[in-house]
Nanobody
Framework: QVQVVESGGGLVQTGDSLRLSCSAS????????VGWFRQAPGKEREFVAA????????TYVDSLKGRFTISRDNAKNTVYLQMDSLKPEDTAVYYC????????????????WGQGTQVTVSS
């Protein structure tokens, strides 16, 4: 079993960058694919990005390609989401989730979820 905790959120201005971290417990974390999702006020939770257990492959929602970058450091049991050129529409609670197996853009494929970290981008 894996437990994940997000950190790194905050209040920033348009154009700023933030790096979110997803820290995991469990010595087998390196076997888990990880996804990032977000939920804006009044909207459904949506897929952002995901990465394989090895970090060798990743996928993004088309609208965020080029601005967001997912990576991982298995030695530190941590997955990162680098967010650049932030916009007010990026304001949301960001969640990381883990699953044993290949990555997925589907929420119900992930068994382990964090509590989320708030990102607010002011205009």
């Amino acid at each position: 079993q894996v437990q994940v905790v997000e950190s790194g959120g905050g209040l920033v201005q348009t154009g700023d960058s933030l790096r979110l971290s997803c820290s995991a417990s469990g010595r087998t974390f390196s076997r888990y694919a990880v996804g990032w999702f977000r939920q804006a006020p009044g909207k459904e939770r949506e897929f952002v990005a995901a990465i394989t257990w090895s970090g060798g492959a990743s996928t993004y929602v088309d609208s965020l390609k080029g601005r967001f970058t997912i990576s991982r450091d298995n030695a530190k049991n941590t997955v990162y989401l680098q967010m650049d050129s932030l916009k007010p529409e990026d304001t949301a609670v960001y969640y990381c989730a883990a699953r044993c197996g290949s990555y997925s853009y589907l929420q119900y494929d992930y068994a382990y979820w964090g509590q989320g970290t708030q990102v607010t981008v002011s205009s």
